[in-house]
């Protein structure tokens, strides 16, 4: 089963650029697709992006499309997520997450792992 350990998250002013990472540990990261969620104070968990195994295809949240980029790196074991033009509302716990298809529903049985989370504040 693959470990997920997200970084990069931090403090940043609105309009600004942050870039997460997660890193999985095992063989067979390259087998599984790769998403990206995010938690809210008294929110619940909501999809961010995702990207199949071999990165052929990406899916965005209406509210990140543009501003948001998904990528992997699959000889480094790693998903990255950069985010541009961030606003007040981006801030939450971004997680990660592996399935072996592409999943967007949070609440889905088809997670094989999860992150620990990464905090990202944006201020006004």
């Known amino acids: 089963q693959v470990q997920l350990v997200e970084s990069g998250g931090g403090l940043m002013q609105a309009g600004g650029s942050l870039s997460l990472s997660c890193a999985a540990s095992?063989?067979?990261?390259?087998?599984?697709?790769m998403s990206w969620f995010r938690q809210a104070p008294g929110k619940e968990r909501e999809f961010v992006a995702a990207?199949?195994?071999?990165?052929?295809?990406?899916y965005y949240a209406d509210s990140v499309k543009g501003r948001f980029t998904i990528s992997r790196d699959n000889a480094k074991n790693t998903v990255y997520l950069q985010m541009t033009s961030l606003k007040p509302e981006d801030t939450a716990v971004y997680y990660c997450?592996?399935?072996?298809?592409?999943?967007?529903?949070?609440?889905?049985?088809?997670?094989?792992?999860w992150g620990q989370g990464t905090q990202v504040t944006v201020s006004s």
């Open positions: 997450a592996a399935s072996r298809v592409v999943v967007t529903t949070p609440q889905s049985g088809l997670f094989a792992s």
């Open positions: 095992g063989r067979t990261f390259s087998s599984y697709a």
């Open positions: 990207i199949s195994w071999i990165g052929a295809g990406t």
